[in-house]
């Protein structure tokens, strides 16, 4: 089986190289491809050094799977041409809305993955909330969701990592910082606002959590509102997430079906502040799930909750790498 | 008149200094004061030095007016003595629950402070939350309301700040730190848990937003659940908050009815990136309030929205201020 990694140069390509060996994927050849102005550039992994080829839609024929990490004008423009000889899983926003594109988080459905050419990647957030919500809805039924997220800078690439660091930097030295990532200084500060805004006052964010959590869990009805900020940290998005269920539910009960969940790691022990939290979910394949209380809103119909999972995991390349995974 | 700061050396009671002055509260007499271990300390303020004297409640019975920012420990011993001479307005816990004492938030209920000989002042938290949500309660009747929030390192005084900047300094050059003040490494980190736990499986943070707001609110029937979360910044606190209101909202309703309420200044235009940040709020005696738009899960009876206060003006000194100057 062969495998190509196109957007290499990216923290998303990346560590989707790093989730095929982590996760023991049987591959022949993985190679790694980008644009020109990359070719020839050697990264070094984990797993040894790696060298940048130039990217062309005709060398993409040999592969088996071709895991897009590029933007969704790149991937509009190329990617049906290249799932017409392979399997392309693609983690850009182009295709997730698309009626006949499946648009797949494994835990939930990977069965929609099968004979499809081109799969979409869910956007992050969706991702990380999906995994910790499904359990729950297929036991409980979720009529109401209400989130409000604490997005790391790892959602806007390696630049804005890099532009969190040094603009703390600057900050703790007194010195003048002018953004180029993000529109306003992220260091010691928050922007609540991700991606362009929409006619309905939402963020573009904001509003892929909406459609894509009703696509991937085929169901319209479920009525979800959405708050999604950047914090100042590095590659864990966590999530404050409250529910409103048809059927009665109760603490105990939702530990119970989040415990043997996969993709779940319940870390809820508040008084020793085993609390899910970026410290501890960066890097981890897991999502934590903590913070498990009834929602005084909703009464006994209702959850709080809290999840934090890592962005470049299973907001991006451990999902794509799940997808293909679970077509092998 | 004579005014007396009782617990000096701490962030909240500097900024009391500032914000009597700042707002020109005709006091003959200013005096700082704290335990002996201060005593004889200089404080260089921007309104020049200030000598801390130890405090006794004998020295208190010449003041007018005493404001505590004590721990709440402190303030019960104390309080009831030194109100029987003065009035006591007191930041801490301590007197916020009992019946009989007033909670003041002066936009919603600086009535209830007239001849009152011990005020409690609220959670920071609290506090910012009901100046901007009193005016929508009064206009539209807020039936359920569920808050995120995004809290500040101020709001554990002023060597959990230092702290947050040390643990940032030894994260960027890579040393390892312990931290002392919170009980998590709060760089690049958020903390899900403010406070104790209490046996409902929220914290005490969280449940002085659901108590305080309706004591404030004189409302026992408004439904509101919390989740209070630490992040990596200094001293504004940031609040997501959905209501679901008996009568239709709508964005624009709302902000006409905000744009003319006490203590608030609307910035909620995302397009251009303004919207309530701590980058902004800080330092600044108004609550921020943006990103108004209809609430997808309630409908034309809810509402979004998010606030940005500083926690040691609004959240704790500016109350405090302007209780006294409502009482003169």
Redesign the interface.
Known sequence: MKIAIVGATGAVGQEMFLCLKKKNIPANKIEFFASSRSTGKILKTDFGEMEIKEFSVEKMAEFDFVLMAVSGDFSKKFSPQIAEKSIVIDNSSAWRYEKEIPLVVPEVNFHKAKNAKLIANPNCTTAILAVALWPLHCEFKIK???V?T?QAASGAGQPAMDE??TA??KY?QNESFVPENF???IA??????IDK?IN????KEEMKV?WETRKIFDDESL???C?A?R????RAH?E?I?IETEKEIS?DAARNILQNAPGIEIVDN??N?E?????TATKKFNCEV?????????GKN?L?F?VCGDQLLKGAALNAVQILKSLL
Chains 1, 2 share one sequence.
């Open positions: 109401k969701c209400i409000s604490y969190l660091k703390t930097e703790l529109a306003k200084n010691f500060n928050l922007i609540p606002r805004m309905n006052g939402y963020s909406v009525k979800i509102s708050t900020v914090i100042p940290t590095f966590a404050s409250s603490p508040p008084e502040f609390l899910p939290m970026p410290l903590g913070r498990i209380r009834q929602n005084l809103v909703f209702g709080d809290f």
